[in-house]
């Protein structure tokens, strides 16, 4: 991380910064002690969230940031599209391009996480507002947060009457993106265990 500063000043020293596409971005973060978990792992905004950075010869909003819900998914198209190629039309991310020239563009799209913790599968959907997480198919339990009232993450909205609209959106997007359930063969987990 310490060298991206470096990286870009060579950049602009061999005059190739106009010509050259620059996309940044790392594992997603570390608890250290908040919702008293250590590491990773979770599908909390400490966990789920990674830093992404672009910058592209043409870009309108340069230095710009932008608050929109993005995935990783996200960066085949919009290098495709930078790049002037065609993305295949059956991928589940969606060129960044926009936001690129106009970080307050218009995008309606969560973001999903999922997990293995404890032997069983979490998966997590996060809008812009909100991020709703379910563990076993909520066999294990379900959380739902919203962020313009508890960036934290302290107050689990998902018991609460005034929320049973969003809840069920959110259920319904998570159920909508895995379909099908996938579990490891207990030999494979029990084996993968071993390695570490």
């Not at 819900?69 to 060129?95: H, K, M, R, W």
């Not at 032997?119 to 739902?144: C, M, N």
């Not at 960036?151 to 895995?178: C, I, K, M, Y």
């Amino acid at each position: 991380d310490a060298q991206v500063g470096r990286l870009l000043d060579a950049l602009d020293r061999l005059a190739l910064a106009e010509r050259t596409i620059v996309v940044f971005w790392s594992d997603h973060g570390y608890h250290v002690g908040e919702h008293g978990l250590w590491m990773k792992m979770s599908l909390f905004e400490n966990s789920a969230r990674v830093p992404l950075i672009i910058a592209a010869p043409g870009s309108k909003a340069r230095g710009g940031a932008c608050a929109r819900t993005v995935e990783l998914l996200d960066l085949y198209p919009t290098l495709a599209e930078l790049c002037g190629l065609t993305a295949p039309a059956d991928l589940d991310g969606l060129s960044l391009r926009a936001q690129l020239d106009d970080p307050a563009a218009a995008r309606d799209r969560p973001a999903f996480t999922q997990v293995w913790r404890g032997g069983y599968p979490g998966h997590s959907v996060r809008t812009e507002r909100h991020r709703y997480i379910e563990w076993d198919g909520g066999r294990q339990g379900a959380q739902l947060y919203d962020y313009d009232h508890d960036p934290g993450e302290t107050r689990n909205l998902v018991d609460d009457p005034q929320h049973a609209s969003v809840l069920a959106d959110l259920r319904g997007r998570v159920r909508a993106h895995w379909k099908t359930e996938y579990r490891p063969k207990p030999q494979a987990r029990e084996a993968g265990a071993l390695k570490k």
